[in-house]
């Protein structure tokens, strides 16, 4: 149920959004979004040897880099965005604009839902309580979160989509991070060890 709430508050909430802004300024707002995610992708480490220089980590490093990448080029976007928007002012504020641009808010929305989805799944997946001893024990999600419309509906999503992460994934993320979290428990605990899973 409350999965179910948000997927519809959030896609009202982008759908008015989207009304108010326009076709023309939430089409650009999406395709400026991807043109930076794909250019931080492919030129995510340009800065990686300068931060190396100053940092110890090789993946710090590597962090700062692609922050640094994906906010030099989504000012660049939001800099041509404007223009694009100025020129094209003409044919804004049309009731045109306002329908189209309702119809890909509401789009925008279901899709940040379906990430939202993703994200709840994968933090369920980690935190679900499981038997440390019997690691071929299928981990089991709530059925708060299971028996939901939303479930079954971007369920059906991810098998169209190419199952990118597999029910595999999940698990072999849950085990290194509990491991994680347990050696974490362990060090704030002089003399007491807990239980290590091994990966």
């Not at 326009?22 to 990686?48: Q, R």
């Not at 190419?162 to 428990?185: A, M, P």
């Amino acid at each position: 149920m409350v999965l179910d709430i948000t997927v519809v508050l959030l896609a009202l909430l982008l759908m008015v959004l989207g009304c108010i802004r326009g076709f023309v300024k939430e089409a650009l707002g999406i395709a400026g979004l991807v043109a930076v995610v794909l250019f931080t992708i492919s030129h995510g480490d340009y800065f990686s040897e300068m931060y190396g220089a100053r940092v110890r980590s090789e993946t710090l490093a590597e962090v700062f880099s692609r922050v640094t990448v994906f906010i030099g080029s989504m000012a660049c976007v939001i800099l041509v965005n404007g223009i694009i928007i100025r020129i094209l002012s003409p044919l804004r504020h049309s009731l045109l604009d306002r329908v189209s641009g309702s119809i890909l808010g509401m789009a925008k929305g279901l899709v940040l839902s379906y990430f939202l989805f993703l994200a709840m799944e994968t933090f369920l997946y980690i935190f679900a309580p499981y038997p440390k001893h019997d690691l071929d024990t299928r981990i089991e999600l709530p059925g708060w979160f299971v028996e939901t419309y939303s479930y079954n509906v971007f369920s059906v999503a991810s098998e169209y989509v190419g199952n990118v992460v597999s029910d595999d994934t999940y698990e072999k993320i849950t085990l290194i991070v509990r491991s994680f979290l347990d050696k974490k428990r362990a060090s704030h605990r002089p003399g007491k060890y807990e239980y290590s899973d091994e990966i």
